[in-house]
């Protein structure tokens, strides 16, 4: 119909883990890396289509109109200002079947530790309904629950604008974000806190391990890289998040560095107000 099309790659590990189902006019990706990507995978497509944006995703995260003091977000979620927070954020059941037992290690590691309260917020398009008992065996666990427009599939899912304000806050005060492999720990990176990952099975007689997933080929971006911690077994939880909140310079020092890999952000333009 002679209607120009422009197709987003919507996150980082889109180019690696699917395939373009139709051909546009223009591509908009995140980096000089994705570009390159889709050069690899879609060596047809002219390249001088293909335009690095950055992505709206962060944008949030410099707009000081959403920002709360922590005493603020602390008095609007139920929240101990006095404590320190770590988040730990939920994947989806496929993504990391056993996140319940993980989250349930890591309150059973921290419970002596009466000064950290563990912010848990679900991952939005499941809910907590798999959390249930870990969160009513310990206390010390603040759902934060997503605000979303619920959906009947992923891409009918969105988050309402207060919800954003939210999630900023939250990275911008944690002093950690604790996950299995998840792209919170580049949003953590906009406030230059440490993310750790997960990296043990908790069932090795079952079909996923966690070996698999940080064999996917977005991964690939830490390469030369020591962008995150990683918690190779529940015994290294309680002193990796203690090293996280006295010394976060130690843990994932290149998290800068991966996320300018990934994410172009120029200086005092937003990737929203970006004209191709």
């Not at 056993?98 to 809910?127: C, M, S, T, W």
């Not at 939210?166 to 996950?179: D, E, P």
């Amino acid at each position: 119909m002679g209607i120009k099309t422009v197709a987003a790659i919507f996150s980082w590990d889109n180019l690696p883990k699917g395939r373009l189902p139709v051909r546009a006019d223009d591509y908009l990706v995140w980096s000089a890396y994705m570009k390159e990507e889709l050069a690899c995978y879609f060596p047809n497509i002219d390249q001088q289509r293909v335009h690095i944006v950055g992505t709206p995703q962060f944008d949030f995260y410099k707009n000081q109109e959403v920002f709360q003091s922590r005493e603020e977000f602390a008095a609007s979620n139920g929240l101990d200002a006095h404590k320190h927070w770590v988040c730990f954020s939920g994947d989806d059941s496929l993504t990391s079947p056993h996140d319940p037992l993980y989250l349930n290690d890591l309150a059973e590691n921290l419970k002596v530790h009466k000064n950290i309260q563990i912010l848990f917020r679900p991952v939005p398009v499941e809910g907590h309904h798999r959390y249930v008992d870990v969160l009513e065996k310990h206390p010390n666990i603040v759902l934060m629950k997503p605000k979303w427009k619920q959906g009947n599939m992923w891409n009918t899912f969105f988050p309402y604008y207060e919800d954003i304000a939210v999630l900023v806050n939250l990275a911008r005060h944690s002093a950690a974000v604790i996950n299995v492999g998840s792209t919170m720990a580049l949003d953590f990176a906009q406030f230059d806190k440490p993310g750790l990952y997960v990296n043990y099975d908790v069932k090795p007689d079952h079909h996923w391990s966690i070996k698999r997933t940080y064999q996917f080929q977005h991964f690939r971006t830490m390469d030369g890289l020591n962008p995150v911690g990683w918690i190779n077994s529940p015994q290294e939880i309680e002193s990796k998040i203690i090293q996280a909140i006295e010394s976060p310079f130690l843990v994932g020092p290149d998290r800068i560095k991966w996320k300018q890999k990934i994410v172009f952000e120029e200086e005092g333009i937003l990737a929203s107000q970006k004209n191709c």
